[in-house]
């Protein structure tokens, strides 16, 4: 694992390393949103992109925004206010079957 400090995708280590088996983003819906062009090249074509600190009102425009970039829902959670939503690329096939299949 290497860490590095970028604002989205402006750090060379960031983009040098694409793509990713697995990206984890806790922000809010707005930045989510805007880093949609940026991210979803930049994942694996099996790979798991995991958005969280997502509120449930705002949970669908995220949805939308990362759909459009040929990403698709494998799960949503959400507990209280708040939304974590799990998806793939489209490209990654049929839907694995994880924690004891869905």
């Not at 694992?1 to 793509?19: D, E, Y």
């Not at 949970?59 to 507990?79: F, P, S």
Request: glycine residues 10%; proline residues 6%.
């Amino acid at each position: 694992m290497r860490l590095a400090v970028s604002q989205g995708f402006g750090s060379r280590i960031v983009c040098n390393h694409a793509p990713y088996d697995l990206v984890l983003a806790n922000i809010l819906a707005g930045p989510l949103c805007q880093m949609a062009p940026d991210l979803a090249p930049r994942l694996a074509k099996g790979g798991w992109l995991i958005l969280s600190g997502v509120l449930n009102g705002q949970a669908t425009a995220v949805e939308v925004a990362y759909r459009q970039q040929r990403l698709r829902v494998w799960h949503r959670i959400r507990i209280g206010d708040w939304t974590t939503i799990m998806m793939l690329p489209s490209a990654a096939g049929t839907m694995p079957q994880l924690w004891g299949g869905r």
